[in-house]
C-alpha cells in the first residue's frame, strides 16, 4: 500500500518480466512441436483410428490448432508491448479482437480414450498454455486472478498467485 492508502498494480511489471519470457518460448514451442505432429505423425496416428475416433481426432486437432492460434495472437502481442513496439492501449484493442474459443468444460466422451495418447498430451499442454496467458493477461489488466476460496488466505495467497503468474505448480 502506498502512503495514500491505495495498492501498487504489480500485475503489469510481472508480466514484463522473465515470466512472460518463459510462457512465450513455451507457447511458441508448443505451437511449432504440435504443427510437427500432425503434419507427419498424427497423420498417420490418426489413419489407424476408428470412424468415431477419427471424426473426434479431426475435431480436436482443429480446436487445438485454433486456441493455439489465439494464443499465438496474444503472446505476439503482448511480446510487441514487452519490446515497446506497440502500446498498452493499442495491444489490448487488438486483444479484444482475439476471442477465444471456449475450453470444453468437461475432455473426454465417447471416443476420448481413443485418440492418440500424443495428441491428448498436445491438448493437456495446450489448455495449461491457455489457463496461464488467462493469468497473465489478467495481471496485464491489473488485476488478480481469481482463487478457489480453499487457497485464499494470507502468504499462502499470495504464494499461490505468484506460482501462478509464473507458471510454476
Request: without cysteine.
Amino acid at each position: 500500500m502506498t502512503e495514500t492508502g491505495s495498492a501498487i498494480a504489480i500485475g503489469p511489471r510481472i508480466v514484463a518480466s522473465g515470466g512472460f519470457d518463459a510462457l512465450y518460448r513455451e507457447g511458441m514451442t508448443l505451437i511449432e512441436d504440435v504443427a510437427t505432429y500432425l503434419d507427419a505423425d498424427g497423420r498417420a496416428d490418426s489413419r489407424v483410428l476408428s470412424r468415431e475416433a477419427s471424426f473426434l481426432y479431426a475435431t480436436e486437432s482443429m480446436r487445438l490448432t485454433t486456441r493455439l492460434m489465439q494464443l499465438a495472437s496474444w503472446l505476439l502481442l503482448q511480446r510487441a508491448v514487452n519490446e515497446g513496439e506497440i502500446t498498452k492501449e493499442n495491444a489490448r484493442s487488438e486483444k479484444e479482437k482475439v476471442k477465444f474459443s471456449a475450453t470444453p468444460s468437461e475432455r473426454g466422451g465417447p471416443g476420448y480414450e481413443q485418440l492418440p495418447e500424443a495428441l491428448r498430451n498436445y491438448i493437456d499442454k495446450g489448455d495449461r498454455l491457455f489457463d496461464r496467458v488467462m493469468q497473465f493477461d489478467t495481471l496485464e489488466r491489473g488485476k488478480m486472478p481469481v482463487l478457489d476460496a480453499g487457497t485464499a488466505n494470507g502468504i499462502a495467497d499470495q504464494l499461490a498467485r505468484l506460482k501462478a503468474a509464473f507458471g510454476r505448480p
